[in-house]
């Protein structure tokens, strides 16, 4: 099976390379992917997949059917792209002004309908069911929410997902087990002072002190009352507040984010948050408000998924090409979403070149190596193949 699939992404190469630079060169916001939806749902509907459009908004679903009596394994990529100005100057350039796929999510279509034409050409040979997810809105950690909201997820049993990586060299693909990405959420808090004459602060409730006070407490206090092995990353953003130059300010908002990796940090992270707010405030006499919205979870692979990716890869293409990553990101990625459902795993796919710098995602200068998406091709593609004959077996 792994040579006919390697033969066949082969094969594909050119027509991959043109779906690529074609979503490339017209990106759009999230929530807004209409052109690239549509587009997407043509290609797989010419493979001969069941297409499902307009899911989770702009979200596509296409499945390949074999047996209601055996596993189903889904395969999540994303679509949209960032308000970005691109730089890089590639003949496929955006066309759409000050919108870039600087995150790499053309690529990451391109994989999941590079996969769907493999796998459709190997459907006698498929021992399970193959859904492709293909989600809208990844940038603001919304679209995972959608599709699940509209059911994407009924009926799976395990799901994969991939993210490239600049900072490892294309033909690369990066592995980790556990714990891969960081719990996302959102801080707001509101401090109410009372307003009064910038010479006189004693007459006073000095909001914007009191705000330092508690920004310079909330990040003293993670050394010192939180696990250190359970790290934590709290940043605060944005501070609006004031009237004037010489008016203490009686109001100030202050708006952030929380990042954290293990579960039970996660869960406690808003009443820790407000207990230190309400000792600070309740010392120099403000009073306050805390918003704590939760993002999206931290990303956990599943080891039994994980072990067969690597199975896979170390098949496909030898120990030299595999890249176990040994730290989590304290980034975030609503594929977490997905593994609330079923288990699941994301890997991370080389696209870094050799020979020139290799600029960050979120970058105007973004650029991928593009030799990587017969790796990710494959590398999906086989991995799906076997984790369906394991699990079908049994």
């Not at 704590?292 to 170390?314: F, H, M, W």
């Not at 990101?329 to 699941?344: C, P, Q, T, W």
């Amino acid at each position: 099976m792994l040579s006919q699939i390697k033969t066949l992404a082969e094969h594909l190469a050119p027509r991959l390379l043109e779906i690529r630079r074609h979503i490339h060169a017209h990106p759009e916001l999230s929530g807004e992917e209409y052109q690239t939806a549509a587009y997407i749902a043509g290609v797989i509907s010419s493979c001969g997949l069941h297409v499902k459009e307009s899911v989770g908004k702009t979200g596509v679903v296409g499945e390949l059917l074999n047996s209601s009596e055996s596993k189903t394994l889904a395969i999540r990529t994303d679509m949209d792209a960032l308000p970005i100005t691109e730089l890089t100057h590639l003949d496929f350039a955006s066309r759409n002004s000050g919108i870039m796929h600087a995150c790499g999510h053309d690529v990451h279509a391109t994989l999941g309908l590079g996969t769907a034409m493999i796998l459709s050409e190997l459907t006698d040979a498929l021992p399970g069911n193959i859904r492709f997810i293909f989600q809208p809105a990844e940038e603001i950690a919304q679209g995972a929410r959608w599709m699940v909201d509209e059911g994407v997820m009924d009926g799976v049993d395990a799901i994969l997902g991939v993210h490239v990586l600049p900072s490892i060299p294309a033909r690369t693909v990066g592995i980790r087990y556990g714990a891969l990405t960081a719990a996302a959420d959102e801080l707001e808090i509101t401090i109410q002072g009372e307003s009064g004459h910038g010479a006189r602060p004693h007459e006073a409730i000095d909001a914007i002190w009191i705000a330092a006070q508690v920004i310079t407490t909330l990040q003293q206090a993670i050394s010192r009352t939180q696990n250190p092995l359970h790290p934590i990353v709290l940043s605060i953003g944005k501070i609006e507040g004031g009237r004037a130059y010489n008016v203490i300010a009686d109001r100030v908002k202050m708006y952030g984010t929380v990042r954290s990796l293990n579960s039970d940090t996660h869960e406690n992270l808003p009443q820790w948050i407000e207990n230190l707010v309400l000792s600070v405030c309740s010392t120099y006499g403000a009073k306050y408000e805390v918003n704590y919205r939760r993002g999206v979870p931290s990303v956990q692979n599943d080891p039994t998924l994980t072990k067969i990716l690597e199975s896979a890869c170390q098949e496909a293409w030898g120990s030299d090409l595999i890249k176990i990553i040994d730290e989590p990101s304290l980034g975030a990625e609503d594929f977490s979403v997905y593994l609330e459902k079923a288990n699941g795993c994301m890997f991370r796919l080389g696209v870094g070149k050799s020979e020139a710098k290799n600029y960050p995602l979120h970058h105007p200068k973004f650029e991928v190596d593009e030799a990587a998406i017969i790796t990710g091709v494959v590398t999906l593609a086989y991995t799906a193949y076997k984790y369906l004959l394991l699990t079908n077996s049994k």
